[in-house]
């Protein structure tokens, strides 16, 4: 059931491993809020999968060189309303409840995947956009999304590189619009829930029982949803407060779904639904310019039959913190 949930402390239990599948079988890992989940499916589409790579937006990065063996993705999930039109159905949504438009983009959601094809895992660390620590290259303290917002994504690489001692090998950013056209391409993400839930500030709006198909646009909201309620036995409105530290965890359930999704539609190289997800991808996707499609094909065939459920997820150790201005935070508890 879904909130309030506390941060995970153990690593799930592992499925057993599934038959295996033909070589043509071979799927693309959706990695954290989206790795571009079927673009090594794409590329085994000959031409059109290098077309379509060719439209994906290329980041020039200095990153830590990738020589084989574990390697670590940093995730970015970028709240950036130029995608968004005024004539969507949920356009009012993106506001945040603010009531006004907002210009240029934060960094809404921050991971790491450190993905080993050896041994066919994948952790993941997820990092509260209220998180205050030392911003490269200044050093002084911020919430780390304004290192995203201020200096763009190699600031944030270097402050997790200066806080936390992480060296990312790659990047991918993917913003609201491609997140949305993931989800209705594989079909909608199950969720399972036991109490009638709302986000007015995001724009959920989910009070069917039970387990439900969430499209592109609550699938988005509730990915974002930070200022949740839910009913409670009374059958009154009650607040989750777990805040952005539950978000992180719902956000890792609704990646574990979307995983098991695209399995389920893309293992046997549904061609049409390939071209749904790439089409809705490929414009509105960042990933570094070292990222090529045959690094991606490789990852698909090391990772085919993964599931969701065999992702490993941490918590950052964190603490309520209030700042001199008055700000409410969260501080890493060393």
């Known amino acids: 059931a879904v909130p309030p949930m506390p941060p995970e402390s153990a690593p799930p239990p592992r499925r057993a491993r599934p038959a295996r ?3 043509r079988q071979r799927i693309l890992l959706g990695l954290g809020a989206t790795l571009v989940v079927v673009l090594v499916v794409a590329g085994a589409v000959l031409g ?5 790579f060719n439209q994906i937006g ?7 060189e990738s020589l084989g063996g574990p390697q670590n993705f940093l995730i970015v999930g970028s709240d950036s309303r130029d995608v968004v039109a005024d004539t969507d159905s949920d356009a009012d949504a993106f506001l945040d409840g603010a009531g006004a438009d907002q210009t240029g983009q934060r960094a809404d959601t921050i991971m790491v995947a450190r993905v080993d094809p050896q041994a ?20 002084e303290n911020q919430r780390i999304n304004t290192a995203y917002t201020g200096n763009g994504p190699q600031a944030l690489i270097d402050t997790l590189k200066a806080d936390f001692g992480i060296d990312i090998n790659h990047y991918v950013e993917i913003n609201f619009k491609s997140f949305k056209g993931i989800v209705d391409a594989v079909g909608g993400v199950p969720m399972y829930f036991d109490s009638p839930m709302r986000d007015e500030h995001t724009g959920l709006y989910q009070y069917e029982l039970g ?13 974002r949803a930070r200022h949740l309620e839910y009913k409670d036995s009374r059958d009154r409105w009650a607040s989750d407060p777990t805040g952005d530290l539950g978000r992180i965890n719902r956000q890792q359930v609704l990646m574990r779904a979307m995983i098991d ?6 293992g046997s ?13 490929a414009d509105n996707l960042t990933v570094d310019s070292e990222l090529g499609i045959g690094d991606m094909i490789d990852l698909g065939r090391a990772f085919k039959g993964f599931s969701g459920d065999q992702i490993v997820t941490h918590a950052l150790p964190v603490t309520p913190y209030m700042t001199n201005g008055g700000a409410s ?6």
Do not use: H
């Not at 999704?261 to 893309?266: K, P, T």
């Not at 190289?269 to 991808?281: C, G, P």
């Not at 935070?329 to 060393?334: A, G, P, Q, S």
């Open 21 to 23: 599948r033909s070589t």
């Open 48 to 52: 059109y999968g290098w077309y379509r």
């Open 58 to 64: 290329q980041a020039d990065l200095a990153l830590a």
């Open 120 to 139: 066919k895992t994948i952790d993941l660390l997820s990092f509260p956009r209220d998180l205050w620590i030392p911003i490269m290259p200044g050093g």
């Open 261 to 266: 999704r695209s399995q389920d539609r893309f």
């Open 211 to 223: 387990c439900v198909s969430l499209n592109g646009e609550q699938g988005l909201a509730f990915a």
């Open 329 to 334: 935070v969260l501080r890493l508890d060393e």
């Open 269 to 281: 190289l549904d061609v049409k639904a390939i071209n749904d997800i790439v089409s809705s991808t």
